[in-house]
Each structure stands twice: as C-alpha cells, then as structure tokens.
C-alpha cells in the first residue's frame, strides 16, 4: 500500500510539473502580445510626431517622467529638434527589448524598440523609444533619434 501511494505521489507530482510547463508557453505568449502591444504604442506615438501634433505626444507621456520638463518645453525641444528632419518618408523596426531595469527610474516593465527612419531632410537614421507599462498602458518615458 505505502509503494502505491509513494508511486501516485510520484505521478502527481509529474502530472503538476507538465501543467506549470504548459503554463509557461502561455506566459511567451502574453509576452509576444505585451511586445506587440508595445511597437503598436510606440508607433502611434512616432505617428504624432511625424504630423507635427507635440501637444497630443506630449499627453502620451507617462505621468511619472514628465516632472522635468512642461509640455511647451517639449513641444520647443520637437520643433527645434525633430520637425527640420522634415516628412517621415519609412519607418522599419530594427529591435526590441523588454527592460526590468534602467538607469535612474525604479524596477518596472520597460520595452526598448529601435526603428531605422528615413526623413526627405535627413538619412536614414535610428529612432528609439522607450515605454513603460502602466495602469493606462504602454506610455513613453525617452525618445532619441541618432
């Protein structure tokens, strides 16, 4: 009797080893819709930016990550800095990775998504934006164009 509960035990714990594994693909894939969810944010947000709207972009940063700086100062560091690249003429994503960490901000989920750019005023460079997820979802916290 004590070998037939010591076997099922054993089957149990096998049988509850394959469910955790099974539940771990689920997590890959919660995971691909969170990158995805991500690019759709960061390329809605680039969007704002390409028709010049830096007031709309400006509301799409998170809360958190907008005390240094007021939403006219933004909408002059765009102007001066991103409108003379003139039209977006392609946009293709070079990479993305999801952060836990970055330098100077708490521990959160952060996705960091590069995308190669093509202006009619400038060569092909490099856009990155960085998001963190939140309780309105994904929001930008950084922008930077190489």
């Not at 759709?40 to 240094?68: H, N, P, T, V």
């Not at 070079?94 to 901000?105: C, T």
Request: hydrophobic fraction near 45%; glycine fraction near 8%; include cysteine.
């Amino acid at each position: 009797m004590l070998r037939w509960l010591t076997g099922f035990a054993i089957l149990l714990v096998i049988l509850f080893a394959g469910c955790v594994t099974r539940s771990g693909s689920g997590t890959r894939i919660e995971r691909r819709a969170e990158d995805a969810a991500a690019r759709q944010a960061a390329e809605s947000w680039l969007k704002l930016l390409d028709d010049g709207d830096y007031e709309e972009a400006f509301e799409w940063e998170a809360q958190d990550f907008r005390l240094w700086r007021t939403q006219a100062q933004f909408v002059r560091y765009m102007q001066a800095h991103r409108a003379p690249f003139g039209r977006t003429l392609s946009r293709g994503l070079i990479g993305a990775a999801s952060l836990h960490k970055l330098v100077g901000a708490p521990d959160g989920n952060y996705e960091s998504i590069i995308f190669k750019t093509a202006f009619n005023a400038k060569s092909p460079t490099a856009e990155r934006v960085i998001l963190v997820k939140s309780a309105a979802g994904w929001r930008v916290i950084d922008y930077r164009i190489y």
